[in-house]
């Protein structure tokens, strides 16, 4: 790293989450010499970049750090001699969000931003643009750590792992600081007192034991969990409790997003509900959305507004503040990240990645081992694994049976009818954002 202080490039710099990621750059500046922040953006998020990018050059000001902030739309000039490149980008915005959780229901098909269909198809429209990313990172910026945080983080992370020769890699999410955070709620103890060893996939992790203190309190937990007003769940997932004796028997501390999965038939019901009603997620996001940008138009304001922790994801960018000073300063403490799984979870391929506790240090996270992961749980974590690798070989071949392939499996669909009827109405929905099946040069797939 230079001594003059760190470059840090956000792409996707337009987005309402900027000013968490801008206030957790101003609370480290001590220890973390960031010296300029470039927010990256597009054409379509111009309006959204000035408007939030102001307010992250108040919040420096007010701060009273010396990191400047530059806004551009041009992503190369940007990435030049980056130190770290966050990534928190949504390609098509909430519009195809909405159509990514909308469609699916309509054929009795969970509809959700990054699991069953949804996730397939957000994964198809950001697998080409992060693999972009990566060659301009190659030429510009070839030492950079890569946070990438743009969901489903960990599909995006394997396939920057898997395809490119970025080896500074790390995918993050807020998932597993939300764990934490319920839990201390629930035990009535400091958050920093909670640490729990996680292990799994993004958006599919487990708590394998959560200690207070060093000591073991899962029991005590489960107990807790079990009752039904008082599930750990986050902003954008709806909470429903747990049955104790599933919950017993499981014996681990089960992610808000294992409800897809455990209690699929009442989250659809509850999805379809919803979507009559307030709108789906991204409809409800949107307004808050609007009235996020309206506030950081505001020339008085000159601090992250409480508001943003009405979006499911917060804490995201905290916590990528959190691993960048850490690997800054080889701090050595223990995160939950996405990395190359390099047998630290027996059963998964060597280079997938998988979210996991980690040792971190300025050559990167090094995963603590877990072995095998307890056979209740090993059939979900690979046959979600499975739909992830043949979902990123889709992405990049823009192969239809591929496609048709990987919905199907999908344990969430189950049905190669219904997948081939999703898979038809959302290719055509998505269209402009698919150059891949749609305008196909021919695409090899590296190993
Ligand atoms: C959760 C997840 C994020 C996801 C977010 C959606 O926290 O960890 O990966 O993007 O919620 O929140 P939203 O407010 O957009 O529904």
């Known amino acids: 790293m230079k001594s003059k202080g760190l470059k840090i490039v956000t792409i996707g710099g337009g987005s309402s989450y900027t000013p968490e990621l801008i206030e957790g750059f101003i609370k480290r500046f001590e220890e973390l010499p960031v ?13 959204k970049l000035d408007i939030v990018g102001n307010l992250a050059k108040r919040m420096v000001q007010k701060a009273g750090v010396p990191i400047d902030i530059h806004l551009t739309l041009d992503r190369r000039m940007a990435l030049k001699d980056a130190d770290f490149v966050t990534t928190q980008f949504r390609v098509g915005l909430l519009e195809a969000r909405a159509k990514d959780e909308r469609i699916p229901l309509k054929y009795g098909v969970l509809g959700q931003e990054t699991n069953g269909p ?46 490119t020769n970025i ?7 807020n998932v597993p600081i939300g764990m934490e955070m319920g839990a201390a709620k629930l035990l009535d103890v400091e958050h920093s007192r909670v640490r ?11 708590g394998l034991d959560v200690f207070v203190d060093g000591i073991s309190v899962k029991e005590k937990l489960i107990k807790l969990l079990s009752n039904p007003d ?25 992610c808000p997003y294992h409800a897809y999965y455990y209690k699929t ?42 508001q943003l922790e009405q979006r499911g994801g917060a804490y995201y960018s905290d916590a990528a503040c959190r691993l960048i000073h850490s690997i800054y300063t080889d701090k050595k403490d223990i995160q939950p990240v996405n990395i190359k799984n390099d047998g630290a979870i027996k059963g998964i391929p060597h280079n997938s990645a998988v979210e996991i506790s980690c040792i971190i240090t300025k050559d990167g996270p090094k995963p603590i081992a877990v072995g095998e992961l307890p056979v209740p749980v090993q059939g979900l974590i690979q046959s979600i694994k499975s739909f992830e690798r043949i979902t990123i070989e889709a992405a990049i071949t823009g192969n239809y049976e591929t496609a048709l392939l990987a919905l199907t499996i999908n344990p969430l669909v189950g049905s190669d009818k219904i997948a081939k009827k999703i898979l038809d109405e959302m290719l055509e929905a998505h269209k402009v954002y698919l150059p891949n099946f749609f305008n196909r040069e021919n695409i090899i797939l590296s190993s």
């Not at 080896?167 to 999410?173: A, D, I």
């Open 196 to 206: 729990i060893d996680f292990a799994g996939l993004n958006h599919l992790v487990y």
């Open 118 to 163: 949804g996730g397939f198809f957000k994964a198809l429209r950001t697998i080409p643009v992060i693999l972009e990313i990566c060659k301009e990172m190659e030429e510009l910026c070839p030492d950079a750590w890569l946070i990438n945080f743009t969901n489903p983080a960990g599909m995006i992370t394997e396939a920057v792992i898997r395809n």
């Open 167 to 173: 080896k500074r890699v790390v995918g993050l999410c």
């Open 265 to 306: 038939r009442e989250m659809v019901e509850k999805e379809i509900q919803a979507s009559k009603e307030d709108g789906t997620r991204a409809e409800v996001v949107k307004k808050l959305e609007d009235a996020l940008f309206e506030l950081y138009k505001n020339p008085t304001l000159t601090e992250k507004p409480l």
């Open 35 to 47: 010296k300029e922040i470039w927010l990256v953006d597009i054409e379509e998020g111009k309006e």
């Open 230 to 254: 008082k599930s750990v769940t986050m902003k954008n997932i709806h909470a429903m409790g747990w049955e104790p004796e599933f919950l017993k028997a499981l014996n681990l501390f089960p």
